[in-house]
């Protein structure tokens, strides 16, 4: 969460007061390809249109716009920078993905204890460049400035620690990448973003996924022969686009009861409501979960379609099964992805699963009933798949 920045009167007049500031502070008035044009004009109409900015979210939402743009043109000069970057093709990358609050970020940051792989840290999604070595990244001001933002918004959200925690030092998601083509889901989670979503739902991501690639390829260049371990739970929307990119990926797909992830999302995503508007804040809960459930519903039958073209190259992971026998999970992927477990690796894995770290920072709570809906009601459009995976929990 960045404050720093003073937001216009009208974000909708802003976009070029905006590239003016994002070039005066970059040094590059370069944002490649201008596909990101069209969604950022909307975004910034729907910044005027949607929410009911309270000033502090006002001023926050305009630092994350500021700053997302800086992340496209940090990374668009850094490849000017850099020839040859892309000049090597990534081989095999494991992605995980799934349903939000599926486990995946605990599964992601297990596997991310084996050296062997390399991810994309959270300060090096904000500005995309080839990774220093480690013992450097302290002295760069882009990580530095991460760090900030992050505690920044755990001043303001304590109980996000819990909820979902982040470190500039850690492997994140690829959706913070994804977003800098403006043609993105999460430009609909941080406030009321109705305008945007409606727009956002018409649209293909393609070219935000040949960005993606390409910071991916940035990001990696210094390490080029290093297998990638990515994580993001937005790809089950566009297994299509991710199978694109990167053709031999092996995708780890995660699932668990909707009932149970969905509202664990909107509880997450609603703890920076207060942060951002001002009331409303009963009925913005009840019309995100009614959409967050048609959302990921829809995204789980379109992830199926794909899977059928892509036989060999997914493996199904259940919620309950990696967390009463995570060691056996991960012998079934390492087999999966076609890697050894050295024993070195496997202590290393066994330790975080013993420190239980996810859980360090106290317990995530949520009731489903505080967004207007049973539990019945978040499984009905998931039928089929709660049926596949076997996936329904019941309260004993």
């Given at each position: 969460m960045d404050l720093s920045y003073d937001p216009p009167e009208q974000f909708r007049t802003a976009l070029e007061p905006l590239h003016e500031l994002v070039a005066k502070e970059t040094g590059s008035t370069d944002f490649g390809p201008t596909d990101y044009l069209p969604g950022l004009e909307v975004l910034l109409q729907?910044?005027?249109?949607?929410?009911?900015f309270s000033a502090r979210g006002r001023r926050a939402a305009w630092g994350q716009?500021?700053?997302?743009?800086?992340?496209?043109?940090?990374?668009?000069?850094?490849?000017?920078?850099?020839?040859?970057?892309?000049?090597r093709r990534i081989v095999s990358p494991v992605v995980i993905t799934g349903v939000p609050r599926t486990?995946?970020?605990?599964?992601?940051?297990?596997?991310?204890?084996d050296r062997r792989f390399q991810g994309l840290e959270s300060w090096l999604l904000d500005s995309?460049?080839?990774?220093?070595?480690?013992?450097?990244?302290?002295?760069?001001?882009?990580?530095?400035?991460?760090?900030?933002?992050?505690?920044?918004?755990?001043?303001a959200a304590p109980q996000q620690?819990?909820?979902?925690?982040?470190?500039?030092?850690?492997?994140?998601?690829?959706?913070?990448?994804?977003?800098?083509?403006?043609?993105?889901?999460?430009?609909?989670?941080?406030w009321s973003a109705p305008t945007y979503d409606a727009w956002w739902q018409c649209q293909s991501e393609e070219a935000a996924y040949r960005h993606y690639h390409r910071c991916v390829q940035l990001i990696g260049s210094n390490e080029p022969r290093t297998r990638w371990l990515l994580k993001n739970p937005g790809h089950i929307d566009n297994l299509d686009l991710l199978f694109?990119?990167?053709?031999?990926?092996?995708?780890?797909?995660t699932h668990r009861d909707p009932a149970k992830a969905v509202p664990s999302l909107v509880s997450l995503?609603?703890?920076?409501?207060?942060?951002?508007?001002d009331g409303r804040a009963e009925q913005r809960g009840q019309i995100m979960m009614a959409r967050e459930v048609a959302k990921w519903a829809s995204a789980v039958r379109k992830a199926e379609t794909v899977r059928r073209r892509h036989p060999g190259q997914v493996l199904d992971v259940i919620h309950a099964d990696f967390h009463r026998e995570p060691m056996a999970t991960l012998e079934r992927i390492y087999a999966f992805i076609g890697m050894d477990i050295p024993d070195g690796t496997r202590a290393a894995l066994a330790e975080r699963i013993a420190l239980k770290p996810e859980l360090a920072r106290g317990e995530h709570r949520y009731d489903i009933a505080n967004y207007g809906m049973t539990e019945d009601q978040a499984r009905e459009p998931f039928a089929d798949y709660i049926a596949r995976f076997a996936l329904l929990e019941v309260r004993r």
């Open positions: 729907s910044m005027d249109y949607d929410p009911h716009v500021v700053g997302v743009l800086k992340g496209r043109a940090h990374a668009i000069r850094s490849m000017k920078e850099h020839p040859g970057f892309d000049n486990g995946t970020t605990a599964l992601h940051r297990l596997m991310a204890v995309p460049m080839p990774r220093p070595p480690i013992g450097t990244w302290a002295s760069y001001p882009q990580f530095q400035k991460t760090v900030a933002a992050i505690e920044t918004q755990y001043a620690r819990a909820a979902h925690f982040l470190a500039a030092e850690e492997v994140h998601e690829c959706c913070m990448v994804l977003r800098q083509s403006f043609v993105s889901n999460l430009w609909c989670c941080g694109a990119v990167f053709p031999d990926a092996k995708v780890i797909q995503l609603m703890l920076l409501h207060p942060l951002m508007e």
